[in-house]
């Protein structure tokens, strides 16, 4: 008679078994553990968490937590299985279901810039969890966005959870919820640099350039730089020489433009977005006045009495993010009284500015800033604005 099989003992020897069989197997390490344990979810779970000291949340436990999308982003939480919560004392922590996923973890701890402890959620639960956020998400979504949001619109890629979710082309989902995280994250620009072996994604954000994500694999890399590139009508089987387009989404209703440059390097090409949001930038420069940028008060002076010289120029420089732009259009707002003929040339132009002429630059067309320049002077202007510096031509 055979003897009764012993119990299966969850300890640190079982979890090297687990993982050598992962990678022999190329499976999960959790999925195997869990596959040789035979215990319930629940079991599992719990010896789990004792064994690698995360405590264990339940479903109650979890429904009672309030999710933190500053700490980490609805869109990056449901790529990558995780989500940022804080109890009623405002404690932070981060709910995974695989504490086996060495990458995800480190992704995690280098994403989340405020302190946190980790809590062991089942896999169930999180998932319930996730998919009940994104349904909040979405009602509130559908409650902000105007009442024609839902009518298509030509040529410009319309970004909800919505659609996101809908979509079944990896690639596709990728740069979706890519560009809808950093709309909400608030980015000035989105980097996508090309690895050895896969792709980095950054967001500039308060002209700070972070990490936010990483896609393993050359091939999607590739695939998701091409992606861009076709959003933004440019030639995918160029790679060899840098490329600049331009490309146009929606998002609650309100369409956002963004400013694409490609660039060739050893690894296949990088790509960077700049997020040009007008209405973001309307809310932000409405009744703005130069003491409210945060400078000291002989620096607002001088920019005040340089501005409103009727001769001579002021230059305004400045790493990406920094706030030229905002600068400038402080110092128009302020002067703009309608007595001076006031002309901008932008690429593109931000925000309109009552009052004052403004034109784009449009390079396909021949307007380049230094043609626009010489056609500006004989339009009779009293001040200038000339929203880049490009050329020597432009300089002089």
Known sequence: MNAPAAPFALDTAALRAARAEARRSGRAALEVLEERAGLPPREFVEQLGRLLHYPTLTNAQLAALAPDY????????????????????GALFVVCADPLDAERLEWAEARVRAP???????????????????DALRA???????????????????????SISADTNPTVRLVNSTLYDALKAGASDIHLESRADGLEIKYRIDGVLSPVGQVAGRELA??????VKVMSELDIAETRIPQDGRLKIAVRGREVDLRVSIMPSIFGEDAVLRILDKQS?????AGLTLAQLGFDEPIV?????????????LLVTGPTGSGKTTTLYAAITEINHGRDKIVTIEDPVEYQLPGVLQIPVNEKKGLTF???????????????MVGEIRDPETAQ
Do not use: C
Request: proline share 5%; charged share 30%.
């Open 301 to 313: 002076r001088g920019l005040r009495r340089l501005s409103r010289e009727p001769y001579g120029m």
């Open 281 to 285: 930038l309307a809310d932000q420069v």
């Open 116 to 134: 946190f402890a980790w809590r062991l959620a089942q896999r169930d639960d999180l998932a319930v969890f996730l998919a009940r956020q994104e």
């Open 222 to 227: 590739q695939q998701t730089i091409s992606r």
């Open 140 to 162: 509130i979504d559908g409650a902000l966005a105007p009442a024609n949001e839902a009518q298509a619109r030509t040529q410009v890629e319309d970004l909800s959870l919505a």
């Open 370 to 384: 230094a043609r626009g320049l010489r056609s500006i002077l004989r339009h009779d202007p009293d001040k200038i």
């Open 70 to 89: 500053t700490a980490l982003p609805f869109a990056e939480a449901a790529r990558h299985g995780v989500i940022a919560v804080r109890d009623p004392s």
